[in-house]
């Protein structure tokens, strides 16, 4: 199985992503990550869609996807051309000696504490997919409390954009 990210561009009013949602349940595909966000034009908005699947599926997909009124638009997104993050908020034990480790560590990964507690600390870290779990593996041995992650983001490089 294949990972694919989907730059899906559609009208932004209220049933939009529960259509696109209802179109992947209904025909048993998972999708591994959505995010949703409205675009510079307000009558818009971009989803970034993660599946799991071989050709045949992402073909599916993409011709399912066109057939909804509300999609403008419709990009398979390529790694080697697209710019792709994700955001995590990781909430680790740290008191004592091991809090300078981890600062220490969130430093090289260019990750942020941006909450700071007696006994826990915030890191918000920004990046690749594999750089967010490296950071993840490297700070399990203090104790993650808790984390959550946004969701892959991607955009095109260069200057083409989506209408």
């Given at each position: 199985m294949e990972k694919y990210v989907l730059?899906?561009?559609?009208?932004?009013?209220a049933g939009v992503?529960?259509?696109?949602s209802g179109l992947f349940s209904r025909r048993g595909y998972n999708i591994?990550?959505?995010?949703?966000?409205?675009?510079?034009n307000p009558g818009q908005s971009r989803m970034t869609i993660v599946v799991k699947g071989d050709?045949?599926?992402?073909?599916?997909?993409?011709?399912?996807?066109?057939?909804?009124?509300?999609?403008?638009?419709i990009k398979h997104c390529h790694s080697h051309d697209t710019c792709e993050r994700e955001t995590a908020l990781i909430k680790v034990?740290?008191?004592g000696e091991s809090r300078a480790v981890i600062i220490e560590t969130c430093n090289i990964f260019r990750a942020?504490?941006?909450?700071?507690?007696?006994?826990?600390?915030?890191?918000?870290?920004?990046?690749s997919e594999d750089k967010i779990e490296s950071l993840i593996r490297l700070l399990e041995p203090f104790g993650i409390l808790e984390f959550v992650k946004t969701g892959l983001t991607a955009m095109g490089r260069g200057e083409e954009v989506m209408n």
């Open positions: 730059s899906v561009l559609v009208e932004n009013h992503l529960s259509r696109v591994d990550s959505l995010t949703v966000c409205e675009t510079n050709e045949y599926i992402l073909e599916q997909i993409e011709k399912q996807l066109s057939k909804l009124v509300e999609v403008i638009s034990k740290a008191s942020h504490i941006v909450d700071v507690g007696l006994t826990s600390v915030i890191v918000e870290a920004t990046g």
